[in-house]
């Protein structure tokens, strides 16, 4: 490989990586979360009986023009559903983003425990 062939290669991954990014954020730690009406009088939560879930919920922008902004509620209804439950234990939350050259993602994702516990009547 010449001296010119390799400048151009590696001024291409340069510019790569400059295009095509992404970061990902911690945004919370959560004891427990849910969307749900739960009665939790008397009630035993006892996280080895569940599994651990992910959520997500993505919007995109194209040339700077949001089509939406991601919603964390989406994002627990989507993790309890996968695991079949009603309330989500040491659950955590990112925001990850990844920018493209027209466009970019933006996430947020969720996951934790994933518990059934009975529901409260409507009365």
């Known amino acids: 490989m010449t001296l010119s062939n390799k400048h151009f290669l590696a001024t291409t991954l340069c510019l790569l990586s400059l295009i095509i990014t992404g970061c990902s954020t911690r945004v919370a730690d959560l004891t427990l979360v849910s969307t749900k009406n739960i ?3 008397n009630t035993q939560l006892d996280s080895r009986q569940g599994r651990r879930q992910k959520g997500e919920d993505c919007k995109f922008s194209l040339l ?18 996968a695991g079949g439950g009603n ?3 040491d659950q955590v939350t990112e ?14 994702v969720v996951e934790g425990t994933v518990l059934n516990i009975p529901e409260v009547s409507s009365r």
């Open 95 to 108: 925001i990850k983003q990844t920018w493209l050259v027209i466009g970019s993602q933006e996430c947020i």
């Open 87 to 89: 309330i989500m234990v």
């Open 64 to 81: 700077g023009i949001p089509f939406g902004l991601p919603n964390l509620e989406e994002a627990v209804d989507r993790a309890l559903e």
């Open 39 to 41: 009665d939790l009088m």
